[in-house]
């Protein structure tokens, strides 16, 4: 493997992690050049884990991970430029009373005035035909609006790749199509964490996780049908809830009933 140090991308680096002291990844090694990557597998597959610790916010039991050449665990104060997070659930990334305080924070972290950071910050605003949001109340926005200043809060940092967790979920329709196609027209990489695999057709790269090892790795054409296929055959499983808490199904009506006597 090349130099992580100066390599492009996201280079994970003897990955092993042991998580409630079971062992999640073991000696996993990638080099992620690719400028849009989709990241798939079950709950409890690991995908959370793996992306805390591609942000630098869960330390590895052991290797190293650097993005864009910066060890994101051990240099915090260069990672926040480096790479972005954005959560599934805004409300819990948003901390700040109005638009403008949001988009400044990380700002203000990373140039250490706060009167230049509330500055960039409303340019930024006005950049993107925002300004007007500049002293609206996060609390009074749409869920989708919440989503889109956590992503100009993001961007105003300026990071080399961003990390999106979920981010559709929750969104009706219409919402989540343009969130999708304004993510899709940025110019960072991305990584994008999502149980919908029909945004991840026109991806470059595809990595598929089932607990905590990573079984498929590849073009979306090659992987995509492989895991649809895997989860149809849970759907047809004697018992699919194997090792979860299991639904008592004859307590539910029978499909054929539905809906008789309306």
Known sequence: MNNPRKSDGIVISGLSHTLDGQPFYQNLSLTLTEQRIGLIGRNGSGKSTLSRMICGLTEPSEGEIFI??????K????????IGLIFQNPDHQIIFPTVEEEVA?????LLGDKKAARQKARAFLKAFGREDWAERG?????????HLVCLMAVLAMEPKAILLDEPFAGLDWPTS????????????QLVLVTH??????????ILWLEKGQLVGDGHPSDILPAYHDAMEALVHDEDPFAGEAKFDLGAMPALAAVGEGA
């Open 177 to 188: 199509r343009r969130l999708f196609n304004w993510l899709t027209s940025l110019e960072q």
């Open 196 to 205: 919908d695999i029909n945004h991840l057709k026109d991806f470059d790269r």
């Open 75 to 82: 240099d915090r104060k260069e990672a926040i430029r480096t």
């Open 105 to 109: 924070f990380g700002l203000e972290s």
């Open 68 to 73: 864009h050449g910066v060890n994101v665990f």
């Open 138 to 146: 996060t609390y009074t926005l749409s869920q989708g609006q919440r």
